[in-house]
């Protein structure tokens, strides 16, 4: 997608999340008398889309850049800039607690959705921890790169921003009263 150059692209754990999105559903549908109907429907589904599901799951750091793929019917082709990270927040449920999975949503600044909901979920990243810090450290590195005039200024800058500002005022407020 981009042509940064590949820092790390992360390893699915694929018999892990094959594990939980067969039982995922049953145990939700089990919850009631209509869904344990369903069952037999939803594991056969399951069970013939997980791996083409897999195949196209990918999420890859680059130098500026997180690159993410995924979808069967519906697929999605992020490039977040690393600099838009706000928050890649990681979750586990107790089901994905059980399969040793721990899963990431990723938050940007400017993210046009609905109020808590986020840009990205990922989920069955092996070493999810250690995927989430490379991203992070990565980001701080582009964003400490920016140039000097994107940093705020300090307090001592400040105030001379300010005597500056209002010694520019006054020069104008002195020419003014001389052509009137």
Not at 113 to 123: D, E, K, Q, Y
Not at 126 to 137: E, I, S
């Amino acid at each position: 997608m981009t042509d940064h150059p590949v820092l790390l692209a992360a390893e699915f754990d694929r018999a892990a999340i094959k594990k939980y999105y067969l039982w995922q559903p049953t145990l939700l549908l089990a919850c009631s008398i209509v869904g344990i109907v369903l069952i037999p429907v939803v594991l056969l589904v399951t069970v013939l889309v997980m791996d083409r599901y897999l195949d196209r799951l990918s999420c890859t750091l680059t130098e500026r850049t997180l690159e993410i793929k995924k979808g069967i019917l519906n697929r999605v082709e992020s490039t977040v800039p690393l600099e838009k990270i706000t928050d890649l927040q990681m979750f586990q449920g107790p089901v994905m607690r059980f399969f040793g999975l721990h899963g990431f949503r990723l938050e940007t600044a400017g993210q046009s959705s609905v109020a808590g909901a986020s840009l990205v979920n990922m989920i069955g990243i092996r070493d999810t921890p250690g995927f989430r810090r490379a991203v992070l450290a990565q980001r701080d590195r582009v964003n400490s790169g920016r140039p000097a005039s994107a940093v705020p200024p300090a307090a001592n800058d400040t105030a001379a921003l300010l005597a500056e500002i209002r010694d520019a005022l006054l020069r104008i407020e002195a020419g003014l009263t001389k052509q009137g």
